[in-house]
Structures are given as structure tokens and as C-alpha cells.
């Protein structure tokens, strides 16, 4: 503002000194959650007295300590100074803890997963070994995002600023995604969706916590799928099962195992049992023979029923009684979906013969095999070799190699020779009621109806069908 002139008597003009007011406005600052806790334990936020000061704009006078006055949006210049003189009318803000949607300085996301997550886990009954795995893909993600991130981004240098807001990167999880599957090992789909996943629930905790404002977008399957082609060679490959002339190779040499030792139970006779078991039900190892996790036990002898009476159906029988086991892979699932977790089947009578064979070593485990999966890995691959059916051998012959459970499309299973079994000797329903799962993609709902809920009727037709199986 220009200040007005006055006369003088003289007659000449004399300028008024301009005249200075000085506004003073308290500003209060409300820091976000996680930039409260850059600030040094124990200190307090202080409120700051921000000075105004008109300025006469033509003697362009220097702002305090030299500085250049601002203008502003009317041209008017002002200067901009602080006091931490606090005055009397504001309330000063008391020290007290963090609250606990705050990420405390240098808390990694695998802190975070143990924080947020862990009540929600043991609600849920997520099993430890699901718990581990996030806990590693985490710690294998936050690892990623230090060479990914340039080297002078807070998120990286500034610790406090802390780990989750690398979750709001635009972006971060295709690229994680691209990483994971340009790796040598440990790049299929599958380990790259289960990663993802991780990820995906801790930043959902996250959001919920109000430490980042919204969850990075996951790549879809099918971007996943496509971010590593398959080769020429992959693309011929077929789903293809142990056939039963392979199993009966395998059965002949038997007797060149050394490995478990099971008290009068000789090495030959557990073989002979998990093979034949493995093809006629279909199951994953774990289920029964439980070398993999000490959290796990296997088929119990409660699951193990002499009785001729099914359990459940009064008009049906079997002569050699019965097995129930539970499907350790789906028993949350199931759960969930109020359908039942385990899997009832009729023994045949080669099957009753060789699990009574087991009867004494253990009160409670019908197989008590210690946790020791590379000792069964290495006494299986020894029977394919002798057998003529080693991984070299087949790689060589054009075909995949010969696992009991795993289910990759690259590898032949004894549980895709089971589902091809039992779809030819009953039908495909049968086929997913013996399996536990869905042989197809397409009607899955009707299917899981079927095969899981209405069991009577296909048990009526599995009864009188096993003892006909080519396998024994």
C-alpha cells in the first residue's frame, strides 16, 4: 500500500513514512502419524509465532538476516519470521507414547507382519509354516526394495520415515514381480503369487493401521503368468501320470531299501505300503506320512476303522473296514466353507494287510517316521534308479520326472495316476472325491458340491469298484 502525501509550506511534497504493522498468528502443526515418530523421544511439538510485516514495496528494504522479502498474490511484499516463544493461550502438547498405529523407528515388515498380524493369525489358525514363509517373503521384499530404490530417497536413508510407506511406491509390486521371476530358482507363478500375497496382507494391515493411506496394486495372474514365457520345450509338455506299469517297476525293487528303520517293520514292507497307498488314494505325502512337518502327524490310528460298517451310511459295508485321514492342504478352507476336512475311503484287502503290519510301533501314529524329508526324498529316488526310472533317465527319454505328490505340470505324479485311475474305474467325480479337489477348472462349484457334500452315492460305487483296480 502507497502511503498518501502531504503539503508542506513550502509548497513541496513530503512523503509519509510508511507505516509498519506487525501481525502475529500462532500456527499449530498436526505432524501425521508417521512423521511423529521422526521426532526425538521425549520431545514435545511446539507451537511456532509466524511475524507479518508490511513492507513499503518501493524502498525494496532487505528482509531480516539479508533475506528477500516475498510478495504475495496482491504484490504486496511481507516477511516471514519465527519465534519459539510460546504464548500463554496455547495449550502445549504433552509428551506421551506413540500410539500404536505408529511405526516405531528401524521396525522392518516382518516386525510389522508379527505386530499387526499375529493376533489375526492365531484367530484364524494359520499354521506356523504359512506364518514362516510370509515372514521370509517379507524379509526377502524389503531386502529387494533397498536396490531398488534410488539412494538418496528417504525411504532408504531415513529409517524413521519407516519401511511400510515403500509400500505406496506406484508400481512396486509388477516390478517386484519382474525380479522374483527373472530369478534362476524359485521364479515359478506359483512362488511369485504366494510372495505377492505376503506382501498383499501385511500392506492391508497396514492401511488399516493408518500407516500408509492406500495398498499397492497387484499384478494380475495372468500378468504374472506372461512376465516369464515358456520355452518351446514347456509349451509340449503335458499333464502326465505314473503309470501303473511304472509303479509295478518301482514295487519290484523294494527290496534294496534300507531306509526307515520302524522297529519289526522292515524297510521293503513301508515302501510297498507308501507306494501302492500313494497310487490307490491319491493323497499329498503329507497326509499320511508326515516327514516334512514336525507339526504335523500323519494318519492316525483313530482314522484306521475295522470295522465292516461305514461310518455314517448305515445300509453300506466293506468287508476290510475303512480309513479316514484329514487333507491337511484344505482344512482351513474347508472349514470356512463349512464342508468336511477329511477324506473317508474303503480299504482294500492288501491295504488292511499291510497297515496292520504297523500295529505296536506307535499308540497314536500309524506311521511314527521322524521329520526327516531328505532321508525319504533321497531312499525314493534310489527305488526310481534302480527301477530304471531316475531323472536323468526320463530327462533323456523326453519325459518328466517321477515325484509321489508334487503337483507341477513339468512332473509326474502318483497322484495324477490315481486321478486317472479312479476316472476310469468310476467316473470323474470320484475321481475329485478321492483327491479332495476339483479335476477341472470349469463347474468347480458343482463339482466341490458333488464330490465333497453328497459323498453317499459315490461311495456306493467306489466300494464294490476297489478291489478291481489294476494296481494290486
Given at each position: 500500500m502507497i502511503a498518501p502525501a502531504i503539503h508542506r509550506a513550502d509548497g513541496e511534497r513530503k512523503r509519509r513514512s510508511p507505516q509498519v504493522v506487525e501481525v502475529r498468528v500462532v500456527v499449530e502443526l498436526q505432524l501425521p502419524a508417521w512423521l511423529q515418530a521422526m521426532q526425538p523421544s521425549g520431545s514435545e511439538l511446539r507451537s511456532q509465532t509466524v511475524v507479518i510485516q508490511n513492507v513499503d514495496p518501493f524502498r525494496g528494504r532487505q528482509q531480516e538476516e539479508n533475506g528477500v522479502p516475498d510478495q504475495d498474490v496482491s504484490g504486496s511484499a511481507f516477511f516471514v519470521t519465527s519465534s519459539e516463544t510460546q504464548p500463554a493461550v496455547i495449550q502445549r502438547t504433552s509428551t506421551q507414547s506413540p500410539s500404536p498405529a505408529v511405526q516405531t523407528p528401524g521396525e522392518s515388515l516382518v516386525d510389522l507382519y508379527d505386530r499387526l498380524l499375529s493376533e489375526q493369525d492365531a484367530e484364524k489358525r494359520v499354521r506356523v509354516t504359512t506364518i514362516r514363509s510370509n515372514r521370509s517373503f517379507l524379509a526377502a521384499f524389503q531386502v529387494w526394495t533397498d536396490t531398488y530404490l534410488p539412494k538418496n530417497d528417504p525411504r532408504t536413508t531415513i529409517p524413521r520415515v519407516g519401511f511400510a510407506k515403500r509400500l505406496e511406491i506406484p508400481g512396486i509390486l509388477k516390478e517386484y514381480s519382474k525380479h522374483l521371476r527373472s530369478q534362476g530358482k524359485g521364479n515359478s507363478e506359483s512362488m511369485c503369487t504366494k510372495a505377492l500375497a505376503a506382501i498383499g496382507k501385511l500392506s492391508g494391515a497396514c492401511q488399516r493401521a493408518g500407516l500408509i493411506s492406500a495398498r499397492p496394486e497387484k499384478p494380475s495372474r495372468s500378468t504374472i503368468k506372461m512376465l516369464r514365457p515358456r520355452t518351446e520345450a514347456q509349451r509340449r509338455i503335458k499333464a502326465v501320470p505314473v503309470t501303473v506299469d511304472e509303479l509295478r517297476s518301482m514295487l519290484s525293487v523294494v527290496d534294496g531299501c534300507t531306509w526307515p528303520e520302524l522297529g519289526h517293520v522292515s524297510a521293503a514292507k513301508f515302501w510297498e505300503?507308501?507306494?501302492?497307498?500313494?497310487?490307490?488314494?491319491?493323497?499329498?505325502?503329507?497326509?499320511?506320512?508326515?516327514?516334512?512337518?514336525?507339526?504335523?502327524?500323519?494318519?492316525?490310528?483313530?482314522?484306521?476303522?475295522?470295522?465292516?460298517?461305514?461310518?455314517?451310511?448305515?445300509?453300506?459295508?466293506n468287508e476290510h473296514g475303512w480309513i479316514s485321514y484329514l487333507v491337511h492342504k484344505t482344512d482351513t478352507k474347508?472349514?470356512?466353507?463349512?464342508?468336511p476336512s477329511d477324506v473317508l475311503m474303503p480299504l482294500s484287502k492288501r491295504m488292511r494287510q499291510l497297515i496292520e503290519q504297523f500295529r505296536g510301533l506307535d499308540p497314536v501314529r500309524v506311521f511314527p517316521l521322524p521329520s526327516t524329508h531328505k532321508s525319504y526324498d533321497r531312499e525314493f529316488l534310489r527305488i526310481l534308479d534302480r527301477?530304471?526310472?531316475?531323472?536323468?533317465?526320463?530327462?533323456?527319454?523326453?519325459?518328466?520326472?517321477?515325484?509321489?505328490?508334487?503337483?507341477?505340470?513339468?512332473?509326474?505324479?502318483?497322484?495324477?495316476?490315481?486321478?486317472?485311475?479312479?476316472?476310469?474305474?468310476?467316473?470323474?467325480?470320484?475321481?475329485?472325491?478321492?483327491?479332495?479337489?476339483?479335476?477341472?477348472?470349469?463347474?468347480?462349484?458343482?463339482?466341490?458340491?458333488?464330490?465333497?457334500?453328497?459323498?453317499?452315492?459315490?461311495?456306493?460305487?467306489?466300494?464294490?469298484?476297489?478291489?478291481?483296480?489294476p494296481i494290486w
Open positions: 505300503t507308501c507306494l501302492l497307498s500313494h497310487y490307490c488314494y491319491g493323497f499329498r505325502s503329507q497326509d499320511w506320512f508326515a516327514v516334512r512337518d514336525q507339526f504335523k502327524r500323519g494318519l492316525l490310528w483313530s482314522g484306521v476303522i475295522t470295522d465292516p460298517q461305514c461310518p455314517g451310511i448305515e445300509d453300506l459295508q474347508d472349514e470356512l466353507a463349512d464342508r527301477a530304471g526310472l531316475s531323472d536323468s533317465t526320463r530327462e533323456s527319454a523326453g519325459k518328466p520326472i517321477i515325484r509321489l505328490s508334487l503337483g507341477q505340470r513339468n512332473v509326474a505324479s502318483f497322484r495324477k495316476g490315481s486321478s486317472a485311475m479312479w476316472a476310469k474305474a468310476v467316473g470323474r467325480a470320484a475321481s475329485s472325491y478321492v483327491l479332495h479337489h476339483a479335476v477341472s477348472e470349469e463347474g468347480v462349484s458343482k463339482t466341490t458340491t458333488d464330490s465333497y457334500l453328497q459323498h453317499e452315492d459315490l461311495l456306493r460305487e467306489i466300494v464294490p469298484a476297489l478291489e478291481t483296480l
